[in-house]
């Protein structure tokens, strides 16, 4: 089963059944982000396991967009634009001389193995250069549900909102 989502406000919430008795709670769905240079951190919140499948997708108010899809080879919890990182066999690859900072916002979603899938989020980026270095080292912005550590955000997983690589078990 496909976790279904819909956008509200730039964050998108759970809006699926596993037992019709015991709705999933209707949370954010987040992932993390910090700029890095020229490149860009996604931090996962709560673990990936391996075969893990990321896809991230960048876009521009001109419908011109940028897709890295990624598998994990191991358990990850961040992912490096443009380059993935060493962790991940690339699926589909960014166009070469990518910037992110040229497009408008970016959405991440997880396909876990043996677990349901969670729809995208969508994050904006704007202002995320110059908002990054306001904030400690190890601090991502988590969309609305603000700056905060990845270990932050993976304890307040099924609380207040979800990491993207939560795991749906149907």
């Not at 890095?36 to 001109?62: M, Q």
């Not at 358990?75 to 962790?87: F, M, Q, R």
Request: glycine share 10%; proline share 7%.
């Amino acid at each position: 089963m496909l976790v279904g989502a819909a956008g509200l406000g730039g964050c998108f919430f759970v809006d699926a059944l596993s037992d019709p008795a015991e709705p999933v709670p209707e949370l954010p769905v987040v992932f993390g982000l910090r700029a890095d240079g020229a490149g860009l951190l996604i931090a996962t919140g709560w673990a990936c396991p391996a075969e893990t499948v990321l896809s991230v997708t960048f876009s521009r108010p001109d419908e011109r967009a940028a897709y890295l899809e990624v598998a994990a080879l191991a358990t990850v919890d961040l992912i490096t634009v443009p380059t993935a990182g060493d962790s991940f066999t690339v699926e589909r690859a960014l166009p070469d001389g990518f910037d992110w900072a040229e497009y408008q916002t970016v959405n991440v979603s997880a396909a876990l193995p043996q677990a349901t899938a969670w729809g995208a989020v969508a994050v904006d980026l704007d202002g995320l250069a110059e908002n990054t270095a306001a904030h400690p080292a190890g601090e991502y912005y988590f969309g609305e549900a603000g700056w905060m550590t990845p270990q932050a955000a993976a304890e307040r997983d099924g609380q207040d909102l979800f990491t993207v690589c939560t795991p749906w078990d149907e």
